[in-house]
């Protein structure tokens, strides 16, 4: 069984429909749009709510440059203003020209306009407009345009937030998050940090046969504190390229944040490593929420039974309701083809979640048994082995270096139709 479980190990492809930017999120910023028509004050409400605007603080108005000049005559200006403006050269310039009168120093100005025009793209830059937008475009467009007005020329771009959170408690996440951290840092030989948010039970100190004095807890309990240094610090090498920041896992304390308590830790993560992993428990609050709608991917671990499916069903709509602009959630089934254990077939999870299994990791007691007492992963006990492979190759496709695979035929076809929920 334990060899049939393994050809389903075989990943199912998973292709992206279009291509989505990366967009750093937007700092803490104030804004304030002024539009004239509906269409395009859907289009800014739309990118009001994208997860990369979080932090921000947007006040939306009617009224074009017009509104503007007006509402900044006896009133201090954002840190943006973003102007819709159909009117022509001419016109538009002059308002440009008055409202640079009441703009206080350092506010940025994008203007929405309607005219694929090089003589007016000149003027305006010339007056100091930071971006010109021509319609149509896009939510997704817009916040691209936001957060570029604050990027750093030169700097690093910021690192990809992975968050890993099982459907159940003992799907196997911390494991898949663990090893994924270590696929990602080995086999790709990309700088990674797996951050243990399971504060009073985290088990990546256990599998990376780690135990260091400090950990993420310092850094939650003292938000204020957080910089790079003291990150640095409180992580642990488990590899050339992998750090880990632990969780303490233990009760001396209760373990009760706000929504934002762990913001300045990814935020100075992000600008450490390309990627980050976080290692989510299984628990439903403000922050947790948070982490997963803020964060670049998103990983649902699930076993192939009912209580897992609803669970992930539940998790994943939520995502996709709150993450219009971004991919979906990421599919993972664990500990497939357990003996005597009814299933739930892998046809059936596609159809009610409405996507494919990014990878399917087959059930093995004794392979997950033996790398977690002793404190390795899984391609360290057997690395040509399926269940390694198919790590390999989820940490490939998340960083885009996969290509897709068909799946392979072989003896075992019959039984993997059969997992599939297929005739064979």
């Known amino acids: 069984m334990r060899q049939q479980a393994a050809e389903a190990a075989e990943p199912t492809p998973a292709p992206r429909a279009t291509a989505i930017p990366q967009i750093d999120p937007?700092?803490?910023?104030?804004?304030?749009?002024?539009?004239?028509?509906?269409?395009?004050?859907?289009?800014?409400q739309a990118a009001i709510g994208d997860r990369r605007m979080a932090k921000t603080h947007v006040k939306q108005n009617m009224g074009g440059a017009a509104a503007a000049v007006e509402a900044y005559r006896n009133a201090p200006t954002p840190n943006v203003i973003v102007l819709e403006a159909s009117?022509?050269?001419?016109?538009?310039?002059?308002?440009?020209?008055?409202?640079?009168?009441?703009?206080?120093?350092?506010?940025?100005?994008?203007?929405?306009?309607?005219?694929?025009?090089?003589?007016l793209y000149r003027d305006l830059m010339t007056r100091g407009v930071s971006e010109y937008l021509v319609s149509p475009f896009t939510a997704v467009e817009f916040v691209q345009a936001i957060s570029n007005l604050f990027r750093v020329p030169g700097a690093k771009p910021l690192g990809r937030v992975v968050a890993v959170i099982g459907a159940k408690g003992g799907v196997g996440a911390s494991t898949v998050a663990h090893n994924l951290s270590w696929a990602l840092s080995n086999d790709?030989?990309?700088?990674?940090?797996?951050?243990?948010?399971?504060?009073?039970?985290?088990?990546?100190?256990?599998?990376y046969n780690q135990?260091?004095?400090?950990?993420v807890a310092e850094a939650v309990f003292a938000p204020e504190r957080v910089d790079a240094t003291l990150v640095d610090r409180l992580l642990s090498k488990c590899g050339e390229h992998l750090h880990l920041l632990a969780a303490p896992a233990t009760l001396d304390r209760v373990y009760d944040f706000a929504e934002t308590?762990?913001?300045?830790?990814?935020?100075?993560?992000?600008?450490?490593?390309?990627?980050?992993?976080?290692?989510?428990?299984?628990?439903?609050?403000?922050?947790?929420?948070?982490?997963?709608?803020?964060?670049?991917?998103?990983?649902?671990?699930?076993?192939?039974?009912?209580?897992?499916?609803?669970?992930a069903k539940n998790i994943m709509d939520m995502i996709k309701g709150s993450r219009p602009n971004d991919y979906p959630p990421r599919l993972i089934v664990n500990g497939v083809g357990m003996t005597k254990r009814p299933e739930i077939s892998l046809a059936d999870f596609a159809k009610t979640l409405e996507s494919e299994a990014l990878a399917v990791i087959p059930h093995d007691a004794k392979l997950f048994g033996a790398a977690a007492n002793n404190g390795q992963m899984i391609a360290e006990?057997?690395?040509?082995?399926?269940?390694?492979?198919?790590f390999s190759d989820l940490?490939?496709?998340?960083?885009?270096?996969?290509?897709?695979r068909a799946a392979k035929r072989g003896l075992f076809d019959p039984f993997l139709a059969k997992l599939m929920g297929k005739k064979g």
């Open 87 to 119: 009117l022509n050269r001419e016109l538009l310039v002059e308002q440009l020209d008055e409202l640079s009168n009441f703009c206080d120093a350092g506010t940025r100005v994008i203007v929405l306009g309607r005219v694929n025009d090089i003589i």
């Open 261 to 311: 308590q762990f913001d300045s830790v990814v935020d100075t993560m992000r600008a450490a490593a390309p990627w980050i992993v976080l290692d989510l428990p299984h628990a439903w609050t403000a922050w947790t929420r948070r982490m997963l709608i803020g964060a670049d991917e998103v990983i649902v671990v699930a076993a192939p039974d009912l209580a897992n499916l609803r669970n």
């Open 381 to 390: 006990i057997e690395p040509k082995g399926k269940t390694a492979e198919a």
């Open 395 to 404: 940490a490939a496709r998340l960083a885009g270096r996969a290509e897709t």
């Open 26 to 44: 937007v700092p803490r910023v104030s804004i304030q749009a002024f539009c004239e028509t509906p269409e395009t004050a859907a289009i800014v």
């Open 188 to 207: 790709l030989e990309m700088p990674t940090i797996v951050a243990d948010f399971d504060l009073g039970f985290g088990t990546a100190g256990l599998d």
């Open 211 to 215: 135990d260091p004095p400090q950990g």
